[in-house]
């Protein structure tokens, strides 16, 4: 059997009772977390902007947008909804990918529109989830890489239309194909900076979702499609393919490491901003009063290659002659850094163009302020964290296949490098590296998720004109697998960010807590913000 025949087959054969119920219940937080990241982009120019121009288009239809409560068509409804959970970066993640975008939004739309069971709707979900999350962890050793993996959108996008029109296992397998026939990716100039970054999940969601209706009418595609040497999606989106994310459907479930970010921006920002608000919470327990921008003499944040580079590539689209904007600075330290501390709160509102207009001047003198240092130590523990669940997938690479990730990285990611992953600091470092690398060894079976933790280590040291110097480590961020109160996390962010008044909002977060108690329209109406 293909790959796609593979998938299928599972995605056919699995049921809601299949589902184990810590997964159900982590879905449902999923919901929580996706409704709260559009309900902070409110105020958000580009999101705005798609929402203007569908609306020039739609026809009235079943399916709701939830920022204003308009229905229209599922399609028109699912990309105006996946644009605005975009916006801010706000969204949920697993191992690996940021799926909620396509598999929460594609589940509801039909779900409300079509009248699927609410159990069907939620396994649709959770599906979704488990392909889209595996089908970015065979292809993370490649040029795309966390959200630039558009292309999971749209076999996301497939899975949910596969299953709530229950599809046969052989139209499903055509279905994953032709989602995936022109695979859609981003390119970094489009999305670090300008607005065309909140389409990134909501054209591929609804290519997947055309995707299962054409092959629910007769269409075909190449069964071949993930394998084949030449052409095929690994042969084009990955240096050295890992099939066996694949394996194990059903038995173990990507769906354990679902993880709800407690701040609008880039998940390598998460730790730093937790570190940082441990140190202002101490300034105030030292001064009795909020810290001022003035009295901020110097920020130094040790963070892993991954913060770094991240940061490394959005320094390209932050110009001084251009406003900040929600996208130009959701992959900069500095900047959220900045945000924090000029603003007292780091949410969608502080986000708002408005907000970032007010603060402008502050923010960027904050930033100035703000040095970025890579840690070894920090690096190593993400690699022990993420290859422990791969089965120690990158200590099995061939020499030929490092070496190509190390071209690749340096020829993809941001341009001067502020780490030692250059030749010469390689070499360097080489002895420390072999140390820990001894040091942190795991052993785990492939595709084992349960004990993952999501390690993203950030150290914040700050320094006030006083003399005085408060310090604040954080491993793995507040809503992550690994620290408690994760489900609880995505709640307060929907409270937190719901525009509602406070008893719809109460019974909204009941709703989706027993998601599966009432018809799947109920609960979409309650979520409409208009």
Known sequence: MTVVETLADWVCATRYDDVPERVRELTRAQIASVVGAIFASAHSRDAGAVHRAVRGWAAPGPASVLSTGERWSVHDAVLVNSARSMALDYDDYLYMGHTGHSAVLASLALGEAEGHAPREVLTAMVLANEIGGRVGASAVLGPQNGQAWSFIHAIEGAVVGAKLWRLSPAQTAHALAIALYQPTFTLWPGFMGPGSKVLTAAQPTVVGLQAAAFAREGMTGAREIFEHRRKGFWASFS????????????????????????????????????????????????????????????????????????????????????????????????????????????????????????????????????????????????????????????????????????????????????????????????????????????????????????????????????????????????????????????????????????????????????????????????????
């Not at 038995?251 to 140190?279: N, Q």
């Not at 900045?338 to 207009?357: M, N, P, V």
């Not at 993952?452 to 006083?466: C, I, K, W």
Request: aromatic fraction near 6%.
């Open 239 to 530: 240096w050295a393919p890992l099939p066996g994310m694949l394996a194990r459907l059903g038995e173990a479930w990507v769906s354990d490491t679902l993880a709800f970010k407690r701040y609008p921006g880039c998940a390598y920002v998460d730790t730093t901003l937790d570190a940082l608000f441990t140190v202002l919470a101490e300034v105030r327990a030292v001064t009795g009063s909020a810290l001022r921008a003035e009295d901020v003499k110097r920020v130094v944040v040790e963070a892993s290659l991954l913060s770094v580079e991240m940061d490394n590539l959005s320094s390209e689209h932050l110009h001084a002659d251009e406003p900040l904007s929600p996208v130009n600075v959701n992959f900069s330290i500095p900047f959220n850094v900045a945000i924090a501390i000029a603003i007292g709160a780091h949410d969608g509102r502080a986000l708002s163009q408005e907000t970032l207009d007010d603060s402008a001047g502050s923010i960027r003198e904050l930033a100035r302020k703000t040095e970025l240092v890579h840690d070894w130590g920090m690096s190593l523990a993400v690699v022990r964290a993420f290859d422990g669940v791969s089965g120690g997938a990158l200590k099995a690479l061939r020499p030929r296949q490092v070496a190509g990730l190390i071209a690749g990285y340096q020829k993809q990611l941001g341009g001067r490098k502020r780490t030692g992953l250059r030749p010469r600091g390689l070499i360097a470092e080489w002895g420390t590296l072999a140390r820990m690398a001894r040091a942190t060894n795991v052993e785990r079976p492939r595709g084992d998720f349960t004990g993952f933790r999501m390690a993203f280590p950030a150290q914040v040291t700050l320094e006030t004109h006083d003399g005085r110097c408060y310090r604040a480590r954080q491993d793995v961020p507040i809503g992550a697998p690994g620290q408690p109160g994760r489900i609880e996390a995505a709640y307060e962010k929907l409270a937190r960010e719901a525009h509602l008044p406070p008893q719809r909002t109460a019974e909204l977060a009941a709703a989706l807590r027993g998601f599966e108690a009432r018809p799947v329209a109920e609960t979409v109406r309650l979520a409409c913000a208009g």
